[in-house]
């Protein structure tokens, strides 16, 4: 299908240029930005959540880093100074360096895809154990396949740039699970997902490696996952773009693909935006170039590039296409398949358009799924182009070009993610997104609109065989309203739940019971309702039972079903005492170590789940010990949640004053002689550091400049004016006050 509307006219073919190999240069991330021409490090400096995302959007680009009050941004002067004008807190990173560059690993001598004899193979990247090389997700792939035969499949869809040159690189690889032996020769709806379009983006690649082993490994314990497998297809691209991704694992910020034949004059720069280069809104927006050596290269022309031409034909072919040719058309509700495209960083879930402000043709369906799977994860759920301005992207083309609702995830707060955040909230909250994500493929304009389960458990029993009669409570929150929260501070419309379903069916024998659950407070009358139904299993014969609820809300759409297991054992122990949830601390500046070792239970299987928050955040962490770096100091409550192997759950909760640093207080005061106005931060404090930079803003002012403790300013005439002092310490931190003064 051609989109003509949008789509640039091609004038000449793209003629391919054959470049030699090449090695590597060992470079950190500093040394990598001050290689770019006239480049430096600017921190841009953002006091809220709100002010945070919207830099994100503008700048996302040429942000480099994060911190918990700055972005790093690298900059020449002319885009400094057109930043400085906005008005904005922006400087030049000379006085404090908040951000920790990786410790590089020794510079390889090729990034060919097999190594040189005796050469040492890494499995993970230096210092970031938890992010498989390239070639261990391969390996860790293979090995997959072996184990799991009737359940994965692995396809060699095309070749990286490298490899289609013949000069090394590798294969694109997509993972495809499913159970093969009942769906012999069955197309299912499916979810495809694809990570590392960008390089230098850590969390994806292992995000989606994590998420086929965790399916594989749980598929005879989960019910949720082993019906996903029967009833889904699960395709991943594991690493889209392989050969820019070696470049990243030395540490360097490398973000598009390795083409030599572009941007020849400069190695650093050189290659393709791959996620500029897709054939649907191509070089459409100002939010990708014709420069060549720009981060936003589109290519010459759409598709150029061998890793955009498989993952299009791959898609293409997966999904088929829904939708017609105006950019008005939709594409028909009962459209199967999701695309997720995982990025990182910013804490997002976004959709299409990204090349257009305008609504999509499905925007209700997707704003609904985009905030279902906000609601997992806690991101931000908005369109896409209510933060960036892009042409050529990926989630563009499987939306506008076939019709799929499409995604892109931001994972996380910076590139180079601490393993301890990934593993203990990264991962386990986007697993749960993806998972979603699976269970409506099969029509996810529909089915994201029916009420989700937020909380389902089975107390008394649990993931334990009990005897027939042991008291077992059916437990769960259900929500019409689970949503993420939105950029735009309108959620999508809920309802009232209407009722929802029990159905038990035991292994072998099919269905033996379906009933409509009771509210716990008598009526449904409520988005969020919770359910505490006494589960009498008395007459109930040995064996494993699946125990299925689903819901609907008052416009009668059903949401998706939430699955357990039930083991019934008249020879198994009745007997279960509580857990108790304990932990110790252990805090350092600016970060803290939680390890709830101390938490007891009369049996294996305790499963840990924390929560912690302030007035402006909360977090949302697993496992037994966990690390939470608050950087600034403040109050913050800590919550543990214990469940045992039975479903039998203990809290614990402390408010506690974590130590960090704390931002300088600024103070300013002024006298007046006519319209001469001396004015002075001397008063200014740092409680655990010094004061090293002050920048002012005064009157007509359009920008922040240095400044002395004290400064003076002739006024053109009487009247009001704005005065504004920002006082930085050597901490990273800021302080700011504004005044309006009034010249007699």
């Not at 214990?642 to 002024?670: C, F, I, Q």
Request: hydrophobic content about 35%; aromatic content about 10%.
């Amino acid at each position: 299908m051609n989109k003509n509307i949008i789509k640039a006219s091609i004038l000449s073919a793209l003629s391919i240029v054959t470049s030699s190999a090449y090695t590597h240069n060992e470079k950190t991330p500093e040394q990598f930005l001050n290689q770019q021409e006239n480049q430096s490090a600017y921190l841009l400096y953002f006091n809220s959540p709100e002010q945070k995302a919207h830099y994100s959007g503008l700048y996302h680009e040429k942000i480099i880093d994060a911190s918990h009050n700055a972005f790093k941004l690298s900059l020449n002067k002319k885009e400094y100074n057109t930043i400085l004008q906005t008005g904005v807190i922006i400087v030049e990173q000379i006085i404090a360096k908040p951000f920790a560059a990786p410790t590089l690993p020794k510079a390889m001598k090729s990034m060919s895809a097999t190594p040189t004899s005796g050469a040492e193979v890494l499995t993970s990247i230096p210092n970031f154990p938890c992010y498989p090389t390239v070639e261990e997700t391969h390996k860790r792939a293979q090995q997959l396949a072996e184990k799991y035969p009737d359940f994965v499949e692995l396809k060699s869809i095309g070749p990286s740039w490298e490899k289609s040159q013949s000069i090394g690189g590798y294969d694109l690889t997509v993972l495809v699970l499913k159970n093969k032996k009942r769906n012999k020769n069955k197309q299912l709806p499916a979810l495809f997902m694809q990570s590392v379009l960008h390089a230098r983006e850590y969390t994806p690649g292992a995000t989606t490696l994590r998420l086929a082993e965790h399916l594989l490994e749980n598929r005879t314990t989960d019910a949720d996952i082993h019906w996903i497998l029967n009833q889904r297809e699960i395709h991943i691209l594991l690493i889209a773009n392989p050969d820019g991704r070696k470049y990243a694992e030395q540490g360097l910020l490398w973000r598009k693909n390795t083409n030599t034949s572009y941007c020849a004059q400069s190695e650093q720069d050189r290659g393709v935006d791959l996620n500029r280069n897709f054939d649907f809104a191509w070089a459409a927006t100002s939010g990708s170039t014709d420069e060549q050596c720009a981060s936003t290269f589109h290519g010459p022309v759409p598709a150029s590039e061998p890793e955009t031409q498989a993952i299009q034909a791959y898609v293409k072919a997966l999904f088929g296409d829904n939708r017609g040719d105006s950019l008005t058309d939709a594409a028909p509700l009962d459209t199967p398949g999701v695309f997720i495209d995982i990025h990182s960083f910013s804490r997002f879930v976004m959709w299409p358009w990204s090349h257009d402000t305008t609504p999509p043709p499905n925007a209700a369906g997707l704003s609904m799924l985009g905030h279902r799977m906000a609601a997992y994860n806690d991101y931000l759920a908005l369109q896409i182009s209510e933060q960036f301005n892009a042409g050529g992207s990926a989630d563009g083309y499987a939306y506008g070009e076939l019709g799929v609702a499409a995604y892109t995830f931001e994972l996380g707060s910076t590139f180079f993610e601490n393993c301890s955040n990934f593993e203990g909230e990264i991962l386990p909250n986007n697993l749960q997104a993806l998972i979603y994500a699976a269970k409506v493929a099969k029509k996810p304009y529909k089915l994201s609109g029916g009420p989700q389960i937020v909380d389902f458990r089975l107390e008394g029993a649990g993931e334990t065989a009990v005897p027939a009669g042991t008291p077992i409570n059916l437990i769960a929150d259900v929500h019409d309203d689970a949503f993420g929260p939105s950029l735009s501070g309108v959620a999508p419309p809920s309802q009232a739940i209407k009722k929802v379903r029990l159905t038990v069916r035991k292994q072998g024998e099919g269905r033996i019971q379906r009933l409509i659950l009771p509210p716990a407070d008598g009526i449904y009358d409520s988005p969020r309702e919770k359910i505490n139904y006494a589960l009498d299993t008395s007459d109930w014969d040995d064996g494993r039972y699946t125990i299925i609820i689903k819901a609907q809300d008052t416009t009668g759409q059903w949401g998706v079903k939430y699955a357990k297991y039930l083991t019934i054992d008249d020879d198994a122990s009745e007997q279960n005492r509580a857990p108790i949830a304990n932990f110790t601390p252990n805090c350092t500046f600016g970060a803290c170590k939680f390890d709830a070792s101390n938490s007891t239970d009369d049996k294996a299987g305790l499963k840990y789940r924390w929560y912690i928050s302030n007035d402006a955040t909360q977090f949302e962490y697993f496992g037994k010990q966990i690390e939470f770096v608050n950087r600034r100091a403040g109050t913050y409550k800590i919550a543990l949640e214990v469940e045992d192997a039975n479903g039998v759950r203990a809290n614990k909760e402390v408010t506690m004053d974590l130590p960090g640093t704390v931002p300088p207080v600024a103070k300013l005061t002024y006298q007046c002689n006519g319209l001469t106005c001396e004015f002075d931060s001397s008063g200014s404090t740092d409680a655990d550091g010094q004061i090293v930079r002050r920048l002012w803003r005064i009157g007509s002012d359009d920008r922040f400049a240095d400044g002395d403790v004290k400064v003076t300013r002739t006024f053109p005439a009487p009247g009001d004016y704005f005065v504004s002092v920002v006082v930085l310490d050597n901490h990273g931190e800021y302080g700011q006050v504004i005044e309006t003064i009034t010249v007699k």
